[in-house]
Nanobody, 115 residues
Framework: QVQLVESGGGLVHPGGSLRLSCEFS????????MNWYRQAPGKQREHVAS???????NYADSVKGRFTISRDNAKNTVSLRMNSLKPEDTAVYYC?????????WGQGTQVTVSS
């Protein structure tokens, strides 16, 4: 059974940076497409960034140029580097793994951007 554990969330001032990490276990990480989603209070969960097992990364327009997704297949981790954070980036951030018909979610980590 795949398990995903996020870490790295917290409180940061506008303009600041955070790095989220997601630790993957329970299967072969190399074959999974990895994603970050977020959900703000009262809003639907939305896609933030994705990195396939092979191929290009993809970002939501709202985070392009500020966020960077990366993966380390040796450590079974996917990270999200978030720069120039804005109050509207405040949300619970979720790690999501997908391979063929299988999909898994992490428990989420809170990111709050506030002065």
């Amino acid at each position: 059974q795949v398990q995903l554990v996020e870490s790295g969330g917290g409180l940061v001032h506008p303009g600041g940076s955070l790095r989220l990490s997601c630790e993957f276990s329970g299967s072969d990480f190399r074959f999974y497409a990895m994603n970050w989603y977020r959900q703000a209070p009262g809003k639907q969960r939305e896609h933030v960034a994705s990195i396939p097992s092979l191929g290009r990364t993809n970002y939501a327009d709202s985070v392009k140029g500020r966020f960077t997704i990366s993966r380390d297949n040796a450590k079974n981790t996917v990270s999200l580097r978030m720069n120039s954070l804005k109050p509207e980036d405040t949300a619970v951030y979720y790690c999501y793994a997908q391979r063929l018909g299988d999909e898994y979610w992490g428990q989420g980590t809170q990111v709050t951007v506030s002065s």
